[in-house]
C-alpha cells in the first residue's frame, strides 16, 4: 500500500462536523477496501457525492474471444487511436483476474470510474494529467500509475499519449516482500516511498449535472451527478492514485542470471508484474547472460517491451511497442545467434513490462489485427 497522506484542510478528528470557509457543513466520503477492515481515503466535500440526477446504460462492446493462446507478437504500434484513454482502449487478452489493454488517444477522457478493481497504466509515450478527486497527479513515459477502484478520475494529455493498461479484478499492491510487518518500504526494496509521487492539492472543481462513467462487473452505466466530483476540499489515508517511474527501479543483479522475481514492481490478485530495466549483465565469466530457455507450467508470460535495444530477440521481429504473449508450457527463450552477442557487451539497454498470470489468459480478436503470424517460428533460425 502506499504510506498515509493529508492533503488539504482536514479536521483534526475523523467523523466530526468539517466546515467550509462558508460555514456550511461538508460531506465525508470514505473510500475503503475489503469491507472496511484494509487501507481507506476519507475525503471532504462540499456537496454530497451521492447525489445523483440520472442513471442510463452506456454500449461499450467487451471484447471478442479469438481462439486458443499460442507463442504470439503483437505490434501495439498499428493500433488505431481511440477517442479517448478510457473508451477508446484495445483489450488484446485476459481472464478472470486482469485484461490487458493498449490505447493511444490526444483527447481529454469523460470522468469515470471503475468498481471492478484498480487499474495499472504503463504510459509508454507521452505527457498526461490524471485529474481526480484527489487532486491532479502529471505523469509521462516511464511511468506506472495506480488508480484504485471507485476513484473518480479523467485523463486530460498533453498531445497523444500512448499507454498499456491492466485492468485488474481487485487491487494492485505493493509486494508483501518488500514491506515491514508495519508496511513500511524495506531497504532491500528496489524503491523506496521517495520515488512514490501522488496528488499534493485539491482540484476545487464546480458544476451541476456532471456525467460520469462507471464500470461494473455487469457492465457500464453513467450517472449523471448533481453537483462535480471533484469539489474535495481535503483528504487522508492509504487509497489514493499514486505513480512510480520504471527508471526509479532499482535492479538486482548478481554473478550468475537471476530469475525474474527479483524484478517484481506490483502484485496483483492472481498476477504480478516486473520491470526490466538497463543493467550490467551477470559477471561470472561462465555465466549465461542471456536469460536461458525456459517455460513455466503455471503461468502465462506477457512482455510489453518499451524501450531500447532487445538483445536477446533480435532477429524475431520484436522491437519498440511490441508484446510477446508465451503461454504456459511453451519453451521459449533467446533467439538464435543472441548469446554470443550479449558475451561482447557489458549490459542490457532494454526497459520492457512483464505481466504473468496464474490462470490462463483467453485472447480477444483485437489482438489477430495486429498479430506477427510468423512469430512462432522465430526460433527456427530460418
Not at 475489503?34 to 466535500?45: C, K, M, N, V
Not at 538497463?278 to 555465466?287: G, K
Request: glycine share 10%; charged share 20%.
Amino acid at each position: 500500500m502506499p504510506h498515509y497522506r493529508a492533503v488539504g484542510t482536514i479536521p483534526r478528528k475523523r467523523h466530526t462536523k468539517a466546515r467550509a470557509d462558508d460555514g456550511s457543513v461538508l460531506f465525508e466520503e470514505l473510500i475503503g477496501t475489503e469491507g472496511f477492515s484494509r487501507e481507506s481515503a476519507l475525503l471532504y466535500h462540499r456537496c454530497s457525492p451521492s447525489a445523483i440526477l440520472g442513471v442510463e446504460p452506456v454500449d461499450l462492446p467487451d471484447p471478442a474471444a479469438d481462439d486458443g493462446i499460442g507463442p504470439r507478437h503483437l505490434r501495439t504500434g498499428d493500433l488505431a487511436p481511440g477517442p479517448d484513454l478510457v473508451t477508446g482502449r484495445h483489450r488484446l487478452a485476459g481472464n478472470a483476474d486482469v485484461t490487458l489493454a493498449f490505447v493511444r488517444s490526444a483527447d481529454p477522457s469523460p470522468l469515470h470510474r471503475s468498481v471492478v478493481g484498480d487499474e495499472l497504466v504503463y504510459v509508454h509515450d507521452g505527457t498526461a494529467r490524471l485529474e481526480s478527486v484527489f487532486g491532479a497527479l502529471d505523469v509521462g513515459a516511464g511511468d506506472y500509475v495506480v488508480v484504485p477502484a471507485g476513484v473518480t478520475h479523467r485523463w486530460v494529455p498533453d498531445g497523444e499519449v500512448a499507454a498499456l493498461v491492466l485492468e485488474s479484478s481487485g487491487h494492485v499492491r505493493i509486494p508483501d516482500k518488500y514491506l515491514s510487518p508495519h508496511g513500511q518500504l524495506l531497504e532491500g526494496a528496489p524503491f523506496s516511498e521517495r520515488d512514490l509521487r501522488a496528488p499534493t492539492e485539491p482540484l476545487h472543481s464546480d458544476g451541476t449535472e456532471v456525467p460520469v462513467l462507471v464500470r461494473t462487473r455487469s457492465g457500464w452505466l453513467r450517472y449523471i451527478h448533481a453537483t462535480h466530483p471533484f469539489d474535495v476540499v481535503g483528504w487522508d489515508g492509504c487509497v489514493y492514485p499514486h505513480a512510480l517511474s520504471i527508471h526509479e527501479f532499482e535492479p538486482i543483479v548478481g554473478r550468475i542470471h537471476q530469475p525474474p522475481p527479483v524484478h517484481q514492481t506490483w502484485a496483483l490478485p492472481g498476477a504480478v508484474v516486473c520491470s526490466f530495466v538497463p543493467r550490467p549483465y551477470d559477471f561470472d565469466p561462465d555465466a549465461v547472460r542471456v536469460p536461458y530457455h525456459h517455460h513455466n507450467v503455471d503461468s502465462d508470460e506477457v512482455l510489453f517491451y518499451a524501450e531500447g535495444d532487445f538483445m536477446s530477440r533480435s532477429g524475431s521481429g520484436i522491437g519498440r511497442g511490441s508484446i510477446s504473449l508465451h503461454p504456459a508450457g511453451f519453451t521459449h527463450g533467446p533467439q538464435p545467434g543472441s548469446s554470443d552477442k550479449a558475451d561482447a557487451a557489458d549490459g542490457t539497454n532494454e526497459v520492457a513490462v512483464m505481466l504473468d498470470t496464474f490462470r490462463p489468459l483467453q485472447v480477444y480478436a483485437a489482438a489477430a489485427a495486429v498479430e506477427d503470424e510468423a512469430y512462432w517460428g522465430s526460433w527456427s533460425g530460418r
